[in-house]
């Protein structure tokens, strides 16, 4: 494990419409360091390889346990959450970039408002009667089905897998694959699946599953292991029969 | 009159149970949380929640669930709401169930329940190893069709900076800021919710917590004249995975599964854990409590580790030495692995280190507020609360609600593991029925808000960021926080002392002014996160004082808090009717008389004005003496 100094080159940008530029500082190492706390110890004092004191870098975290999804960001180019890369195992100088994607706030600070409109899109609830108390039990799952859905609901938003998928981002309406694999999950649920047609019709138009290049970039970076592609092929199969449904089905 | 509107601050399990609750009943809601409410730290917890639905053949009851709360918490929690909680307990997790959370099932498709500290039966429901997160966005996908539906708004990165009170003291709106814009505004409201979470930043970075968890709102509302409750009881939990920046939770389980702690015999041994052969460790747990060994309580285990590594001067690791090994190392990989796999996979991602092959460094973490801001509740005939009562969680200023970890209620001088995750969302399932209730009863020509009101304190908000980023001192908020985190892990920690204490309340008074004088180092007027960050260091600065304060006059030991020179030790083999032990029982009867309450901290110019008082023991008397051997 490394005592030498370590060495960062950040891109920064100071509005949403402003041009990005890059620093590069260098700052004590420790071994037990991650890229959040390197960021905390770098804002106690922000000073550049130069010489020049700047601004505490702006950017998002919270539970530093990789749960919460707040503090992704680019790393060495690839996205990633930021609180769970040890800076022991990557190359230095370490890059960081914002997330790529989605609308720069400040510095690596960005906003993933649309992974949020993709789960209000796709309808990523169960949707019940009121949350008093109904004086009954909850359908049973078995534990196979619950182990399957266990793996999606574990998704944190973290936005890793829109970064990096090719369809998804400012020139295409594509929801991406959060959003998919969510819809995924709510049409598995027994109460879930009353609302499974509408789910499928959400994303069978435009900017949903059809647009989807199959290049699968999002499963191999989705820190959570989420098995997005296999979502996908999931929600391909239900929407087939959801095509011909509306096509010959009853009305 | 329109109908009324309300105000949740916070998006963690407590303000969007909240928020639902207000929501069905059809009153307007405005959401403030300082980010995605889907990332508050409520998606921490891994252990689970607890309900009474005695699944496992074990005849669990809802007495029982009561019964170990209460003496969980050292009997200071008022306990009609206790009982009410426990009550409510099954039909709440049966309705996150229908909210569609991934709880963990058994063969027959039923919930999985297991045990957990300081229970006999199986009582937690968990969802695998992340029950928080799931919890937590089980609610957030329904306040997310609310949303949709129009019936909730969401401001999300947005900070609450100050309570609206009008001519009578009333609470009718916030200030709150635009963390992008550094806007200051004011919403008004006809009541308003804080459920604003824990204050585990206080001790940063030996603290388990997110570091959103500051206190900082709940202590804005005791400014303005919210009592504070019960805050110098904090607990620490024993075993916690040190990190630069926090302090990562490594479940009870490590131990429960065989893992030893121990330390070098030797003070300053830096040979590799695995080379010191087994004559030259000091396996203290096992040596101080030979009956319970590694397993002793969490408080228990929590001040050996203290007193090894602080007074002792045997701890490990580079931090001044303040660490000590969980070693599992000696276990079957195998077993080990399919019982402890997600931790060790905690572990191994943060410390790069395999715990298999090599022991944790481990050390005992600040990890949960017990008091916040003081709440009433109203008593029913069968010794619950009221249902439906407007005072069930309301503040002592009319028309704010507290609820979830923010709150002091349910947990007294100590908290029973997987019941604040319940606590969190019973309360705010109450919270909102209890403000559906006061909007219901408001008077129909209350008026307006006198617009002078919302003008000056905006002003006054508004006047705070001017001067911060005005200020060109030494120091920045950054480094103070820093000595603020050292200053109580030190001296108002897992063990306290009352010179100490009154030497940590100079501290906070001198940390206090150099804040006032400490320079921001920007002075960017969009997304300035400096600038919040130096007020939130400003109200926890505040809250520091009110918990040294409480702990310097609190002269016993209870749960979280230990000062050694008031503690009253059981006679050693001594029973009941031995006149020694008769003599001890007296005296723990004389101390319950002058002690068993429920500290009050009022805000004045001259810091915390402390005051006492009952607590309701109607459900169970505290009658004998808690004795473990
Ligand atoms: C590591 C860990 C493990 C745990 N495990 C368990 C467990 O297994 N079982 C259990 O029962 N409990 C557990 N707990 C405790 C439990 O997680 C918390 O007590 C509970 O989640 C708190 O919920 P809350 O709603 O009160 O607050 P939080 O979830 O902390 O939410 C606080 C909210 O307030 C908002 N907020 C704060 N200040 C402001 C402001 N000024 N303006 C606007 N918004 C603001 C935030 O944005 C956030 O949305 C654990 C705790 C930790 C630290
Ligand atoms: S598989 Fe589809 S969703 Fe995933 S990265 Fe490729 S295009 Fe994007
Ligand atoms: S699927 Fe994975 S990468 Fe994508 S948002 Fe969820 S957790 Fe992040
Ligand atoms: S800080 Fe929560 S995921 Fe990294």
């Given amino acids: 494990m490394t005592e030498q100094p370590i060495h960062l080159r950040i891109r920064r940008q100071d509005r949403p419409d402003s041009a990005p530029y890059w620093q590069e500082f260098t700052i004590p190492g420790h071994p037990d360091h991650n890229i959040v706390s390197l960021l905390m110890a770098l804002r106690e004092n922000p000073v550049t390889v130069s010489g020049e004191r700047v601004d505490p870098i702006v950017w998002e975290h919270n539970c530093m346990e990789e749960v919460c999804g707040s503090c992704a960001m680019l790393i060495n180019g690839v996205p990633r959450p930021s609180c769970s890369a040890l800076v022991a195992e990557l190359d230095q100088p370490i890059r960081l970039e914002p997330l790529p994607k989605f609308p720069v706030v400040r510095d690596l600070l960005v906003d993933r408002r649309r992974i949020d409109q993709g789960l209000k899109q796709v309808k990523a609830w169960i949707r019940i009667d009121g949350v008093w108390d109904t004086h009954e039990g909850a359908p049973r799952i078995g534990p196979d089905a619950w182990a399957a859905d266990y793996l999606y609901s574990r998704c944190m938003s973290c936005g890793c897998c829109m970064a990096a998928c090719p369809q998804f981002g400012p020139h295409s309406a594509f929801l991406g694959p959060a959003p998919l694999a969510q819809a995924r999950l709510m049409n598995a649920h027994p109460t879930g699946r009353y609302d499974k047609t509408e789910r499928l019709h959400a994303i069978m138009a435009d900017g949903g599953l059809s647009d989807c290049g199959n290049a699968q970039n999002c499963v191999r970076v989705c820190p959570k292991e989420i098995p997005l592609t296999t979502a996908i092929g999931e929600l391909g199969r239900q929407t087939t029969v959801q095509l011909l449904k509306d096509l010959f089905g009853p009305r | 009159m329109s109908t009324p509107n309300v105000i949740v601050i916070g998006g963690g399990l407590g303000g969007l149970w909240a928020t639902l609750r207000i929501a069905d009943a059809g009153f307007p809601i405005t959401l403030f949380s300082l980010f995605e409410v889907k990332r508050s730290h409520s998606v921490c917890a891994q252990g689970g929640i607890n309900a009474v639905l005695d699944t496992k053949g074990q005849h669990d009851s809802i007495r029982q669930h009561i019964i170990d709360t209460i003496k969980g918490g050292e009997y200071l929690a008022n306990q009609p709401p206790v009982k009410a909680m426990c009550e409510d307990a099954p039909g709440l997790i049966h309705t996150f169930e229908r909210m569609g959370v991934t709880f963990s099932r058994t063969p027959e498709g039923l919930l999985d329940q297991r045990l957990f500290g300081g229970v006999k039966n199986k009582r937690t429901c968990f969802a695998g190893a992340s029950t928080g997160q799931q919890l937590l966005y089980g609610v957030d996908q329904q306040v997310r069709r609310l949303e949709s539906e129009g019936k909730v708004v969401k401001h999300e990165w947005w900070e609450f900076l100050s309570l609206l009170l009008d001519a009578d003291g009333v609470c009718r709106g916030i200030v709150a800021m635009d963390l992008n814009s550094l806007e200051v505004r004011a919403f008004t409201a006809d009541a308003v919710v804080v459920a604003s979470g824990g204050m585990g930043q206080l001790y940063a970075p030996k603290s388990t917590t997110s570091t959103n968890s500051t206190g900082a709102a709940a202590s804005r509302c005791y400014r303005q004249g919210a009592w504070m409750a019960n805050a110098e009881f904090f607990q620490f939990h024993p075993t916690a995975m040190m990190g630069h920046d926090k302090n990562r939770l490594m479940s009870e389980a490590a131990r429960g599964e065989g893992g030893r702690i121990w330390v070098p015999k030797t003070p300053g041994d830096r040979r590799p854990p695995k080379t010191i052969p087994e004559a030259e460790r000091f396996y203290f747990l096992e040596e101080f409590f030979p009956a319970y060994g590694n397993t002793v309580a969490r408080d228990e285990a929590a001040r050996a580790i203290w007193t090894v590594t602080r007074q002792m001067g045997l701890g490990i690791g580079g931090d001044g030495g303040d660490r000590v090994y969980l070693d599992l190392t000696h276990l079957d990989a195998a077993f080990i692995g399919a019982r402890l796999g997600a931790i060790l996979e905690i572990y191994r991602k943060f410390a790069g280190v395999d715990p298999m092959t090599e022991p944790m460094e481990i050390f005992p973490a600040a990890h949960y507020g017990m008091g916040g801001l003081w709440v009433d509740f109203e008593r029913s005939a069968d010794g619950g609360i009221q249902p439906d009562s407007p005072r069930n969680h309301a503040t002592n200023i009319p028309g704010l609600y507290a609820c979830g970890e923010c709150d002091y209620a349910y947990h007294g001088a100590n908290r029973l593991g997987a019941n604040s995750l319940l606590s969190a969302s019973y309360s705010g399932r109450v919270a909102g029925e209890s403000v559906v209730s006061y909007l219901k009863g408001l008077a129909v020509d209350r008026g307006g808000l006198a617009p002078a009101i919302p003008q000056a304190e905006v002003a006054c908000q508004q006047g705070i960021n001017a001067e911060l980023m005005r200020a060109e ?139 006492y008082q009952e607590v309701d023991l109607s459900v169970y008397a505290p009658t004998e003496p808690r004795d473990y051997r």
């Avoid at chain 2, 960050?533 to 009110?546: K, N, P, S």
């Fill in chain 2, 473 to 611: 001192g030494a120091d920045t908020p950054y480094l103070i926080q820093k000595e603020l985190g050292a200053l109580m892990t030190t001296k108002v920690g897992v063990v306290r002392s009352n010179p100490e204490l009154t030497s940590a309340l100079g501290e906070i008074q001198v940390l206090q002014e150099r804040l006032g004088n400490a320079r921001l180092g920007e002075s960017s007027t969009w997304a300035n996160q400096s600038l919040a960050f130096a007020r939130q260091l400003g109200d926890m600065i505040e809250l520091a004082a009110v918990v040294a304060q409480g702990a310097l006059a609190r002269d016993e030991c209870r749960g979280a808090h230990y000062k050694p020179a008031f503690h009253i030790p059981i006679p050693e083999g001594t029973f009941a009717g031995d006149p020694e032990f008769e003599a001890y029982r007296d005296r723990w009867h004389a101390n319950n008389a002058q002690w068993l309450k429920t500290t009050i901290a009022e805000h004045t110019r001259d810091g915390p004005k402390l005051s």
